[in-house]
């Protein structure tokens, strides 16, 4: 494995989006999203994905590399946009920041997306209102990976349901969560890896724990395999709740913006490949609005710092707060860049040959 410098990667992937069509300041923002998600060394959601999830479908017709919204109903504090089969980065920054706006006039927005893609790390966009002096919070659906609790047949997506709020430390709070037990990236990591996966992360259509990647990520397609939502398998450790919260999200992201759902999501028609049509929903709240800002920061970095400092179990040397891993990984990358593993620098060889470009 190999380590390529931010700057580097941000270059070469910037020219690959817009060799692929992607118009200049939008490349700039799917980059952006990306490689925040490998600096915070999330490396399911980062370059790794810039090939399979990006650039395959754009070439393959199913996104559309110039992303235009519109806005389909607006008032004071709400909107509902169409990303018109374009990047769901673009859309999502652009509705994060609506809403922001929205709440920075009146206390609250609240913005949904319909006919979108995949919008990488949903941790980007709540940390976009952290930033600004308020509490974020996202969410989309997703294709089906998760079987409902007692099912096996994967329904809903891994549906992320993420918040982040502003400290007094060095970085916020961001707690960025699919709602099943681990997701789709990380099975593609594990495969990358040529590691088993961890039993009880999926359930085969026999009901039994699946543990071979690269089987499981055909099997999520067909139907054969799902993930377990959060809690695992059944109700015995919470699964049920996984379950539900899985379901909060999908509504949120497709009733209120009349958009698809479920089976809907899964980007085949008759075994041909379709646009996906995902919904994503951003709400932003003004602490201001409640409160002193400082008073609010203080009193979370409180809680954060209490919470690590309690009575740790037998053999563990420290309590994490959700942020801190993340951060900690930002420190530890700055100075030595993305890791590059085997497989991903065969994606990397076939994108520098489609575009005559080199990394």
Not at 4 to 20: G, L, N, P, Q, S
Not at 99 to 126: C, F, P, Q, W
Not at 149 to 164: C, Q, R
């Amino acid at each position: 494995m190999r380590w390529i410098a931010f700057d580097r990667m941000e270059k070469f992937m910037h020219e690959v989006f817009v060799a692929a069509g992607l118009p200049e300041t939008d490349a700039a923002v799917v980059t952006d999203v990306l490689l925040e998600s490998d600096r915070r060394g999330i490396d399911s959601h980062g370059v790794g994905r810039l090939k399979p999830f990006y650039i395959d479908r754009i070439r393959d017709g199913i996104i559309d590399p110039v992303t235009r919204i519109d806005i389909l109903r607006e008032g004071p504090t709400t909107a509902v946009l169409s990303a018109n089969n374009g990047m769901g980065h673009v859309a999502g920054k652009y509705a994060m920041q609506m809403a922001i706006d929205k709440a920075r006039e009146l206390g609250l927005g609240m913005v949904a997306v319909r006919d979108s893609n995949h919008y990488g790390i949903a941790g980007y966009y709540t940390m976009m209102a952290a930033a600004q002096g308020m509490v974020g919070m996202t969410g989309t659906n997703a294709r089906p990976s998760i079987a409902p609790t007692f099912g096996v047949e994967n329904m809903l997506g891994t549906n992320p349901l993420t918040f982040a709020m502003p400290s007094d430390e060095e970085f916020p709070f961001v707690f960025d969560s699919a709602t099943s037990i681990a997701q789709r990236g990380k099975v593609e990591v594990y495969n990358r890896l040529g590691k088993p996966l961890p039993a009880g992360w999926v359930i085969g259509a026999d009901g039994q724990p699946r543990t071979d990647a690269d089987g499981v990520l055909r099997d999520l397609l067909t139907g054969e395999a799902a993930l377990a939502p959060l809690g695992g398998i059944g109700e015995e450790l919470g699964g049920y709740k996984g379950y539900g919260y899985a379901t909060v999200v999908e509504i949120l992201s497709a009733a209120l913006q009349g958009g698809a759902f479920l089976k809907a999501l899964s980007g085949l028609s008759d075994g041909k490949k379709v646009p996906h049509h995902i919904g994503h929903f951003f709400l932003a709240i003004d602490i201001e609005a409640f409160t002193d800002l400082t008073s609010f920061k203080q009193t979370t970095g409180d809680i954060l710092r209490e919470l690590r400092a309690s009575r740790k179990a037998p053999g563990q040397e420290r309590i994490y707060t959700a942020g801190e891993k993340e951060h900690e990984a930002w420190l530890y990358r700055k100075d030595r860049g993305i890791p590059l593993p085997d497989a991903l620098e065969k994606d990397i060889s076939q994108l520098e040959d489609w575009y005559g470009l080199k990394l």
